[in-house]
C-alpha cells in the first residue's frame, strides 16, 4: 500500500512536498513514480525514481522546478515542488511498479497507487 500525503493551498511562485509511504515488503525492489490528475483531465506522468534512488526521470513541465527522491531505509518516496504554478493544481498520486531497469512514464506500467493527495496553487 502506498500513503500520499503533503498537499495543500499555496500560492503561485512557492513550494510543497510531497511524501509517499510505503508499505510494501521489498520497496527498495521497485521504482516510484509521481503522477498527477487535474479537473476533466488524464492522469500524467510527472516523475520517476529507480529503486535505488540513482536514476530519475521527469516531464517536461516540472523539470528543474520538481526534484523526486527516496528514502528505503524509511520507505518513503518524496515529491519537492519549487516555483509552482497554477497549472500543477491537481491531485497527486504515487505509484509504485516492481524494478525491471528502465523507467516508465505510462499509467499502465505501474502495478501499484496511493489514494492521492491535493494540490491547489492560486495565482
Known amino acids: 500500500q502506498l500513503q500520499a500525503c503533503g498537499g495543500g493551498l499555496v500560492q503561485a511562485g512557492g513550494s510543497l512536498r510531497l511524501s509517499c509511504a510505503a508499505s510494501i515488503r521489498t520497496v527498495s525492489y521497485v521504482d516510484m513514480g509521481w503522477f498527477r490528475q487535474a479537473p476533466g483531465k488524464e492522469r500524467e506522468f510527472v516523475a520517476a525514481i529507480s529503486r535505488i534512488g540513482g536514476t530519475t526521470y521527469y516531464a517536461d513541465s516540472v523539470k528543474g522546478r520538481f526534484t523526486i527522491s527516496r528514502d528505503n531505509a524509511n520507505n518513503t518516496v518524496y515529491l519537492q515542488m519549487n516555483s509552482l504554478k497554477p497549472e500543477d493544481t491537481a491531485v497527486y498520486y504515487c505509484?509504485?511498479?516492481?524494478?525491471?531497469?528502465?523507467?516508465?512514464?505510462?499509467?499502465?506500467?505501474?502495478?501499484?497507487w496511493g489514494q492521492g493527495t491535493l494540490v491547489t496553487v492560486s495565482s
Open positions: 505509484a509504485a511498479r516492481l524494478y525491471t531497469g528502465t523507467l516508465y512514464r505510462e499509467t499502465l506500467r505501474y502495478h501499484y
